[in-house]
């Protein structure tokens, strides 16, 4: 099964750059690599999708290696809101079940 | 758009007590997908329909858990009996794409706690 990880948590300052990796080792070849934020009391919310090098949309980047064995979600400058955790998604390459990472909580300081 | 909609948005329920869980997906979407997130285990998958069809249910975790979807507008999860370790946030969540890899809006999620 897809063991998706990801830091537990990671801290940072209004303005700055914020990388966010997920390693998932087993991953199926042909579907998107998926990131979610959630907020507190919330449901997760769709951020990004990509399936391999990288993709840019208003609010954030996603790297993907060759490899997919891993990927990198980048967000720019972010303010106190970004605050909340973030969650990729991948599909299993043997099971073909979908499974979220365990989420990285992100705070952003002032 | 109202979004996804769940209810009840809290259920407090003693155990053995059925407890039935309720989503309105986006209208137009065809795909609607419940998951459950505890600490411990984390967003889990459960069970996902497309065109109001069961594709996936290998995530429920037993039989005491089922899932039905009677048209596009409307599907319930119901626990039967609740024991306490289902307690969790219950997430519905609608697609216009077929399969969980694709764009998910999900619902603010329905607190399940079982005495």
């Known amino acids: 099964l897809a063991k998706t990880t990801q830091p537990i948590s990671m801290d940072s300052y209004e303005g700055q750059e914020v990388n966010i990796t997920c390693s998932h080792n087993?991953?199926?070849?042909?579907?998107?690599i998926t990131w979610y934020q959630q907020f507190p009391s919330q449901g997760p919310r769709f951020i990004i999708q990509g399936y391999k090098t990288k993709v840019t949309n208003e609010v954030a980047s996603l790297f993907i290696p060759a490899d997919r064995k891993s990927s990198t979600l980048s967000l720019p400058r972010v303010s106190l809101s970004d605050t909340a955790v973030y969650y990729c998604l991948v599909e299993d390459s043997g099971t073909y079940k979908y499974i979220f990472g365990t989420g990285t909580r992100l705070k952003v300081l002032a | 758009d109202a979004g996804v909609i769940q209810s009840p948005r809290h259920e407090v329920t003693e155990m053995g007590q059925e407890v039935t869980l309720r989503c309105k997906p986006i209208s137009g979407h065809n795909s609607l997908f419940w998951y459950r997130q505890t600490m411990m285990r984390g967003l889990e998958l459960l069970i996902y329909?497309?065109?109001?069809?069961?594709?996936?249910d290998s995530g429920m975790p037993e039989d005491r858990f089922s899932a039905k979807m009677p048209n596009a507008s409307f599907s319930t999860l119901k626990i039967q009996p609740s024991e306490p370790r289902d307690s969790a946030v219950y997430f519905c969540a609608s697609s216009s794409a077929p399969g969980p890899g694709d764009e998910q809006f999900f619902g603010p999620g329905t607190r399940l706690t079982v005495l």
């Open positions: 087993n991953i199926a070849t042909n579907d998107y």
């Open positions: 329909f497309n065109n109001n069809v069961p594709i996936d």
